[in-house]
């Protein structure tokens, strides 16, 4: 079984930073594929970053490109994501996620789910 806990979460005005970290535990081969999703009040949850625990690539959604960073720490137990030059549209609810592999980038692909930490930027 794979359990994922965030932290890291606050609030922060435009064009700060915010570093998320989602500890990890359970078989390493039931979480080859890690990700970053977010979802905002009325909005579907959409996919942020991701990353193939083996080999570290990685792979961002265009908004997020250039200002978001993805990585994980050498016992692969340790996921980070972080937040630079955030904008109001970033405010959600950031959910880390967990899969056997790297499909599709999208919610149903991904089979285990933090709790969510919240992300708010102020103008």
């Known amino acids: 079984q794979v359990q994922l806990v965030e932290s890291g979460g606050g609030s922060v005005q435009a064009g700060g930073s915010l570093r998320l970290s989602c500890a990890a535990s359970g078989p390493l081969f039931m979480r080859y594929c890690m990700g970053w999703f977010r979802q905002a009040p009325g909005k579907e949850r959409e996919g942020v970053a991701r990353i193939f625990t083996l080999s570290g690539n990685t792979f961002y959604a265009d908004s997020v490109k250039g200002r978001f960073t993805i990585s994980q720490d050498n016992a692969k137990n340790t996921m980070f994501l972080q937040m630079d030059s955030l904008r109001p549209e970033d405010t959600a609810l950031y959910y880390c996620?967990?899969?056997?592999?790297?499909?599709?980038?999208?919610?149903?692909?991904?089979?285990?789910w933090g709790q969510g930490t919240q992300v708010t930027v102020s103008s």
């Open positions: 996620a967990a899969a056997k592999n790297c499909g599709m980038f999208q919610a149903s692909g991904f089979g285990y």
